[in-house]
């Protein structure tokens, strides 16, 4: 009689404790999270002109971080009537204050009595107006509440900040660039910042919109923690990635960090899983077999030789052999093809194999409009899915544009109904379990909007989750280290760098100095794109 498959447990030469003290992940919120939480923090005590100048004085300590120029310089505020014109009040006075010649133009009267005060502390420093030769100019037009496109008086100082960037000025937005959707990203007829900075939480239009928010920090202000923020997402960070990916030990050996099975490989598509195995043997996993159709296995033994190469299993048999008896964890997927015969070769592979899963493309697309049925194969193991919007819409029946607006919520309905975690793809990437916790990862450029891109990201979680064991832990490390890599490889630029550079630069990722924020900085996103 056959013996039960086995289930793998996590290789034993990793020394899986926090390598660093707890660290404290910024929220990502909706506009009326943020102004739950800014209300939070006045019933308990602290006042909403303290949170504005809290606000303000971070915002003037960080541009003078930022910008050298700001001593001295000419320096434009553009004020609006609401609370966000008030923060740009105190900019404008610490500013002033601090030797720059600064002048404010108001788009309409300031409204609440915190933005009277502080325009009236301001203005006996500035000159009311703007300078024709400003070299930085200060967005502080509209706050996270304001909907749709920007009108009136509003536009017309839009069109002001864009016409001094286009003559070289610096453009500075607090807490989100005027015009961009706190919630949806939305960003018609709104500012260009080169640098945004976001107060206690990062906005979700800030993690989507990234071409208009450059540069982006978020200053803690002191809303605190509270009863309920668990349910905010989270944004991943370098600090926390590096606590949570284990160390090898000195005593290690290719057996104990690690086997990764990658089952994918249609004939004219070997590439995608040679792609996934040379991303996981730059994660840190100590062997890696490929299993592809039978005419690619002399490609892969030729263009991977670290790597051992079979053909797809074909039979319950094959598939102790090949994979249950020598696996850790597997992938299924890269290059698979989405045929019937792919459905039944990922059935036979998951219903004998009960270790951890990452699954991706055509092993989620045989499934689609199916979930349960996924779900009922993968069940209690660790499992990861990694669709992109598409893929994700295919499996639940539903259209892209609904996955689009739910990008933050329905990878939640999915791993409800598959028992798996889920990493929807895109900009920003959410991961998702099926208790409703979120993590983002905001770390990433246009580099990896190219073919190939995915299957590196299967590697690279397939290598974590056989190490880690925890499916969202996993899949959020690898999120974020995918799209460090990207950063790295293209330094700021776009083409010319393709996925091969991605792969090499994975071996910084892990090896990198941890950046040091300086308080009250709770998190920093780069600029990305061509800009």
Not at 289 to 310: C, D, F, I, S, T
Not at 383 to 394: I, K, S, V
């Amino acid at each position: 009689m056959r013996s039960q498959p086995r289930r793998p447990t996590r290789p034993p030469s990793f020394v899986p404790a926090a390598r660093t003290p707890h660290v404290t992940l910024a929220r990502v919120t909706t506009a009326a999270e943020a102004a739950a939480l800014d209300a939070r923090a006045i019933e308990a005590g602290t006042p909403s002109r303290v949170l504005m100048q809290r606000a303000g004085d971070a915002a003037a300590a960080e541009i003078e971080r930022a910008f050298a120029i700001a001593r001295g310089a000419a320096v434009t505020v553009f004020a609006g009537p609401g609370n966000n014109g008030g923060d740009g009040w105190v900019v404008a006075r610490a500013l002033a204050s601090r030797g720059a010649r600064v002048f404010v133009r108001e788009a309409g009267v300031a409204r609440s009595e915190e933005s009277k005060e502080f325009r009236a502390l301001a203005a006996p420093l500035v000159t009311q107006g703007e300078s024709p030769d400003a070299r930085l100019v200060v967005d502080a037009l509209l706050g996270v509440g304001a909907k749709g496109e920007p009108r009136g008086a509003i536009a017309e100082c839009i069109a002001r900040i864009a016409a001094a960037r286009a003559r070289g000025a610096a453009v500075v937005a607090l807490d989100i660039p005027s015009g961009v959707d706190a919630d949806t990203g939305d960003a018609s007829g709104a500012v260009q910042a080169d640098l945004t900075i976001s107060f206690g939480t990062l906005k979700r239009g800030l993690a989507i919109a990234r071409g208009n928010s450059g540069r982006t920090l978020v200053c803690d202000i002191g809303m605190g923690e509270g009863p309920g923020d668990d349910s905010m997402p989270r944004l991943i960070s370098a600090q926390w990635v590096h606590a949570h990916v284990p160390a090898i030990r000195a005593d290690a050996h290719k057996g104990t960090r690690g086997k990764l099975a990658i089952l994918g490989g249609q004939v004219g598509m070997a590439g995608a899983p040679m792609l996934a195995a040379r991303a996981a043997m730059r994660s840190g996993i100590g062997m890696v077999r490929v299993l592809v159709a039978r005419e690619n296995v002399p490609v892969v033994q030729a263009v991977v030789p670290e790597a051992l190469a079979h053909a797809w299993p074909e039979s319950a048999a094959e598939v102790e052999s090949a994979v249950t008896e020598w696996a850790d964890g597997l992938v299924i997927g890269p290059g698979l093809g989405a045929s019937y015969g792919s459905r039944v070769l990922i059935e036979r592979v998951l219903r004998e194999f009960r270790g951890p899963v990452v699954l991706d493309a055509d092993a989620l697309n045989v499934f689609a409009g199916e979930p349960e049925q996924l779900g009922d194969l993968i069940g209690e193991r660790p499992a990861l899915l990694t669709p992109h919007p598409m893929e994700l819409a295919r499996l639940l029946g539903v259209r892209l544009d609904d996955v689009l607006a739910r990008r933050f919520a329905i990878g939640v309905e999915l791993a409800q109904r598959t028992r798996a975690v889920v990493l929807l793809k895109g900009v920003p990437t959410v991961v998702s379990d099926a208790t409703g916790q979120r993590f983002v990862s905001c770390a990433g450029t246009p580099v990896l909007a190219s073919a190939g891109s995915g299957d590196l990201l299967s590697g690279i979680a397939g290598t974590l989750l056989t190490q880690i064991g925890d499916a969202q832990v996993a899949g959020a490390c690898a999120a974020w280290a995918h799209g460090r890599a990207a950063e790295l490889a293209g330094s700021g630029h776009v083409r010319g760098v393709v996925l091969a550079d991605v792969e090499l630069a994975l071996r910084e990722v892990w090896n990198e100095p941890l950046p040091v924020l300086a308080p009250p900085v709770l998190a920093e996103l780069p600029a990305i794109g061509e800009r």
